[in-house]
């Protein structure tokens, strides 16, 4: 019998790492594209960066299934850490978490006109994450316009999410994880090009 | 400070915080949109605060600095009862003070004093439901949200005015929010609503008893319904603070004897503090 | 001054915890009573506040009862507010009441039954005296009751006995997990699961009220009691690591399995139904009640007529919960004056209106 290598730490003091992370997630979901960092646990196997693994132990457990591409060392962390289920479609999962090429937006869950909160949430690794340039926000939550600028992020984005944008309340929202950086799209959102 | 022994940070576990945390997310990312969760017997009674207890323990942290009102005031026996639930089983920071809180737990007012970025606002809820007086059946109001189908409330102000020249609602004020979804502000007078609109702050509410949770991010867009022939036009009483004067807070009328003698005094008990305070 | 007293402040709620414990504890020239005096000898009253409060633990629940100096609501929302805080270990395996050990017996469609009648300890046919006697405190035990020896022979359920005719409608068994109240929020439809589990923790007195209304018209129920049996079920857990279930405990339940008359429809030959009820502890009129309105929010999906109020699945499972409605209820004596405040305001300006547009009339 093999042994596994010994599984790398999640949150050192749950209820208070979790609560602070919690805190992060919500003023980035309220105040979309602006960006904020999270306590994050010490070392997420890759490629699980330390900001998405910490999104994943703040807010899935056993009732949220997740989807994720970071391979077997990731996937054994996850299960454990967060004791989530995994699952091996995208459009099954409470929360997608994506490392390379996400699923397309529309292939995720996104609730019913009824229940429109019971959609997933993407959780999104891209190279970079910076106020202040880039794309021009505006909606709820943004009081003029927020900037965002997004390194990395799949071709085709922006005309996923503008039609992601037009079957609101249905709708998938993202979280942007960039090292220990995190950022927010929820569905209400727009998005205009930077100029 | 520190949390009681014997029970989870927040008294909550953890479990339970992070669904309710998933469906907050899912609440701001949806302005307005009721959503339904797993609520818990808290240990104090449902209708007393349960829903908005659920959120700020959800939400709440070693660092930060509660406020709890109920009637506007600080003082007020629930506040008090809710605000040592939370000394007790969270060990945070309390205050009187709207400007030093961070969270502020309120029940049926809106603080005089104008919220900022990094406050958040939890309204207890005793009935989520706009609809809930014209249309009791919770399947049949749903659907009425899916479709934003909200003729029903139309016409009840309609008539409201066609019968007595008014909109005869004077707290709990239906209000539109972000243009789509039709929204109870809980029971805060009329006179409050607009605060709500485009509030730097964020704001949560939580029914505990009827299990549902809803969410006004910062700025956002918060109208209260009305008519071009008849705006929105809050109440309040012709008069001025007994204590400190002031003509613009929302005041409470104290009976001071039977032969119909009458003083107001502000409701925002911090408020009215500040500006006497501040007159020396 | 007036506007002060209404405020309560942190030392008259210190002052009504003092005052309400002394009542509490009544008269000191008078025994204390102990929580065991409490459990054995009120013991239906600790049965209520267990199924009420969805918990079956005696001890805590007599504890509750000790705690609200007897008012049951209150008992079972304390037991209620402490079970939210215990961890979750699981689900237990559905218990087989059929492999129930009763103590009691009866079915009101057979005058006898394999198992036969067992009449068991029961109110029934007492007559309703107060018996002077038990005033007098210090009497001997009475002695052991003469029990009938237990009988060999199973005891098949009535509905089976039906269902080997034809004549009783089948339950379709399932698989499917079912969903947990206590967990999950009503969703509306609510299916059969969920609407049981709703009235097993529902009040007893709302559950009642609505079982007799069927009664009387308020909904088409032509009910007989199948049968009624109460006794001890055996619990068991399959731990995930063990794969295979086993005992940790044994339980007393009611059950009540109430047969009733359905004319049938274009896809279903007329036959009986089954209205359910299934309660913690010894609580008859409870399960008897369960069983009614069961049967009645069943008319729906047995294509009936359904405008009664038993029969209408939101307005029975949303106001079923006495935790939820005494908390509503009573939280109207929290102050309410902002509100109050406004709607004087409304009324005054109204007033104006209607006086200005009288006097403009005349």
Redesign the interface.
């Known amino acids: 019998m093999s042994l596994a290598p010994p599984l790398s730490p999640g949150f050192a003091a749950p209820a208070t790492e979790a609560q602070r992370c919690f805190r992060a997630l919500l003023e980035a979901m309220s105040r979309p594209g602006r960006v904020r960092s999270l306590p994050a646990p010490a070392a997420p196997p890759a490629p699980l960066g330390p900001a998405a693994a910490a999104v994943l132990l703040t807010l899935a457990d056993a009732d949220a299934p997740v989807w994720l591409d970071a391979g077997p060392a990731a996937e054994a962390w996850a299960r454990f850490h967060a004791g989530c289920p995994l699952v091996a479609e995208p459009g099954a999962a409470a929360f997608a978490l994506a490392t390379g090429a996400p699923p397309a937006l529309d292939a995720l869950e996104a609730g019913t006109e009824e229940e429109p909160h019971r959609s997933a949430t993407l959780i999104l690794q891209v190279a970079a994450l910076e106020e202040g340039a880039g794309w021009r926000l505006s909606g709820p939550g943004i009081e003029r316009e927020h900037r965002l600028a997004v390194a990395g992020l799949p071709e085709g984005f922006l005309a996923q999410w503008a039609a992601n944008r037009r079957r609101f309340p249905r709708g998938v929202d993202v979280i942007l994880c960039a090292g220990v950086r995190v950022a927010a799209l929820p569905r209400t959102v727009t998005i205009g090009e930077q100029g | 400070m520190s949390a009681a022994p014997g029970y989870n940070f927040a008294y909550l576990d953890e479990n339970t915080k992070r669904m309710i945390r998933r469906a907050l997310l899912k609440a701001v990312a949806i302005p307005g949109h009721q959503v339904p969760f797993g609520s818990r017997e808290m240990p104090l009674p449902y209708g007393w605060g349960t829903g908005g207890i659920q959120v700020t323990a959800s939400v709440i942290g070693p660092d930060d600095t509660l406020k709890v009102i109920d009637q506007g005031a600080d003082d007020t026996t629930n506040a008090v009862s809710i605000r040592r639930f939370f000394a007790r089983v969270a060990g945070v920071a309390t205050t009187e003070r709207t400007a030093e809180a961070t969270i502020i737990q309120t029940r049926h007012r809106i603080p005089e004093t104008p919220l900022r970025e990094g406050q958040i606002l939890v309204y207890q809820v005793p009935m989520p439901e706009p609809l809930f007086r014209l249309e009791p059946r919770v399947a049949e109001t749903r659907r009425m949200h899916a479709l934003a189908d909200y003729g029903l409330m139309q016409v009840k102000l309609y008539e409201d005015i066609a019968r007595h020249g008014h909109i005869a609602i004077s707290y709990n004020y239906p209000v539109m929010v972000n243009g789509r979804y039709l929204m109870a502000p809980s029971p805060i007078p009329a006179f409050d609503n607009p605060k709500m609109h485009r509030m730097p702050a964020l704001q949560l509410f939580g029914a505990g008893r009827e299990k549902r949770l809803y969410a006004v991010p910062p700025y956002t867009e918060v109208r209260s319904l009305d008519f071009e022939d008849h705006p929105f036009r809050p109440p309040r009483a012709e008069a001025a603070c007994a204590l400190c004067g002031s003509r613009e807070s929302y005041l409470d009328e104290v009976v001071t004897d039977d032969r119909g003698g009458r003083m107001f005094l502000c409701s925002d008990t911090d408020w009215c503090r500040q500006r006497r305070e501040a007159a020396g | 001054m007036?506007?002060v007293a209404v405020?309560?402040?942190?030392r008259?709620?210190a002052g009504a915890h003092a005052w309400l414990d002394e009542l509490r504890r009544g008269d000191p020239a008078v025994p204390e009573l102990s929580v065991a005096q409490i459990e054995q000898q009120l013991s239906l009253a600790v049965d209520r506040v267990m199924a009420e409060g969805s918990c079956h633990d005696r001890g805590l629940a007599a504890l509750a009862v000790k705690q609200a100096r007897g008012d049951l609501i209150e008992a079972a929302?304390l037991l209620?507010?402490y079970?939210?805080?215990l961890?979750r270990f699981g689900a237990s395996t559905p218990l087989d009441t059929g492999a129930m050990r009763p103590i009691r017996r009866i079915s009101a469609t057979y005058k006898d039954l394999p198992g036969g009648q067992v009449l068991g300890p029961t109110f029934d046919y007492t007559h309703r005296l107060l018996d002077f006697a038990l005033a007098a405190e210090g009497a001997a035990p009475p002695p052991p009751a003469p029990r009938a020896p237990a009988e060999e022979a199973p005891m098949p359920r009535v509905t089976a006995i039906l269902a080997q005719e034809g004549l009783m409608a089948r339950e379709t068994p399932s698989e499917a997990e079912p969903p947990d109240l206590?967990?999950?929020?009503?969703?509306?439809?609510a299916d059969r699961p969920l609407r049981l589990q709703a009235l097993a923790r529902g009040d007893e007195g709302f559950l009642l009220a609505l079982g007799y209304s069927t009664q009387r018209g308020w909904g088409n129920a032509h009910p007989f009691v199948g049968e009624l049996r109460m006794g001890e079920v055996a619990v068991e857990f399959a731990p995930p690591e063990l794969g295979f279930p086993v005992e940790i405990g044994d339980i007393a339940v009611t059950e009540c399995q109430m047969v009733n008359q359905f004319a049938g429809s274009r896809t279903e030959p007329p036959q009986f139904t089954r209205g359910y009820g299934l309660v913690f502890g010894h609580c008859e009129r409870k399960a008897m009640a369960m069983a009614l309105v069961d049967r009645a929010l069943r008319a729906a999906e047995l294509g009936e007529e359904a405008a009664a109020p038993a029969q209408d699945q939101?307005f029975v499972l949303?106001h079923c919960d006495n935790?939820?409605a005494?908390?509503?209820?009573?939280?109207l004596k929290?102050?309410?004056?902002?509100?109050f405040?406004?709607?004087?305001?409304?009324l005054r300006?109204?007033r104006r209106?209607?006086e200005a547009?009288r006097e403009a009339a005349e």
């Open positions: 007036a506007y405020k309560g402040g942190e008259a709620i929302f209620r507010a079970r939210t805080t961890p206590t967990r999950e929020p009503l969703a509306f439809p939101e949303y935790v939820e005494t908390g509503f209820v009573e939280h929290l102050p309410h004056y902002v509100d405040q406004s709607e004087l305001e409304k300006a109204m209106t209607a547009a």
